[in-house]
């Protein structure tokens, strides 16, 4: 890259796209300083090829004004002795106000040393438009409370003790992109902190992507995000140290969510409530009545009720499946009631003693009562608290992703379900003659001699 002579002043806050003419016949990158004359420390904002437009992009923040750009050449290839400063052409680059402050700004890269004209080429990593350059750090530590998990340990990174984080608007939403040249699957770390050390708490560590892979909307559980490898082998990943590996991801501010979309394939949203109040074990067929805990639904609006209808499900076979914990999962108890909404002295809870671990999945034949909800169980035992403190979930209940509904046997199943609006019930074979009670000729059950037992139901 080259440095230009000319600075180009922008309003403070205003955001732009920037256009390279296909003419120019060069790729050009866009840094910023908050001089002008400045040699070191300029922010590369984006990369941007012959006839492409950028996104929108506003001045950077969060490391003092930056106020002034300069345009850089890319030189590479057959083309990096075609271009002088001094005696190429002028290239022609156009402002285009079209974003009326409303999109995300893109994140700028940490400053590197700009290369004047006859310096030898940049070998790093360049990052297409809307990328920014980070660091990636080997994941080869167990974190503690969730051994499954692993994480970088920072001693080994001298990059670690620069701030590299990107910062974060924790009262918006984000989608994250991994490159697909990066060739790794990384794992988003959250944290209040920005530079990184063994001593910080990871907030939120259960979003993976796979290399060119992109994640769903997140609101950022921290004020940074750093990242790792997932799945990388150490003799692969211990290789980066001590500066780490040099990566693109693409961080952009988006609209708030649809559950129903962004859960992974396969779930969709429901709310959890926090579990606080002591009671026996209900239900349980193996006898089962120690002491857990249940929503106080003082602390709540309205809980959410499944099924939303008038029928219920009691007799039918439901399954749970509940989200892996690399994926957000935590363990999950679901509470069965007899009716459409909990009553707040727990009368009417049926069943407490269906439990589903991270991953697990479970078909509960005959189901005990006609709604049910969900709830934490033993929500951070350990530790692991992928979803910050549970109280923080009042008075709406936590969004979670969970998969649950009737199971459909195979034809012919004897656990089959009912429609909505019926009950299961057993049908006995009449064998015997006789006559009903106005001395009509029928034929009866051998309830006697043919049968265990026979279900009675209150009419």
Partial sequence: MFDATEGVKLNEGEKVKWHNPSSNKYEIALYFN???????????????KPGATSTCIGIPTGRGETRYMRVGVVL????????????????????????NNSEPNIPASPPGPLLTPGGATDTGVVCPTRFSKVKLYGAQSSLPGATSVKVPDFSRYSAANATTAQKLDRSSYYEFENESKNGVAIRLLFTNDSRITNNSEIINYTTTIAAGGKSSKIKPAGNYVHFCDYNVP??????????????????????????????????????????TVGINNLGDPGGDKNRIRIPDWMNYDLPQMHPNDNFGVRGQNITFRNLPQEKGGIPIRVLCYDTKLPSRDHSNLRATYITLAPGESKTILDF?????????????????????????????GRDYCFSHGTHLP???????????????????ASTIPGRDSNGNVETKPNYDDDYESVACYKL
């Avoid at 590479?76 to 974003?99: A, D, F, Q, V």
């Fill in 34 to 48: 908050s001089s002008k004359d400045a040699k070191s420390g300029w922010y590369k904002a984006a990369n941007i």
């Fill in 76 to 99: 590479s290839g057959t083309n990096y002795n075609n271009w002088n400063p001094n005696t190429s052409n002028p290239l022609e680059i156009n402002i285009r106000l079209e974003c």
């Fill in 234 to 275: 150490a003799n692969v990943s211990s290789s980066w140290e001590t500066k780490g590996k040099d990566i693109c991801v693409r961080i952009s501010k988006t609209t708030s969510p649809n559950f129903q979309v962004d859960c992974p394939e396969g779930f969709k949203i429901t709310k959890v409530y926090d579990a």
């Fill in 368 to 396: 005990p009562g006609k709604y049910y909800t969900f709830c934490d169980w033993e929500y951070g035992l350990g530790g692991h608290k992928p979803y910050g403190e549970s109280y923080n979930w009042r008075r709406g």
């Fill in 410 to 428: 195979p034809e012919g199943d004897p656990n089959g379900r009912c429609p909505s609006g019926y009950h299961k019930g057993r049908l006995f």
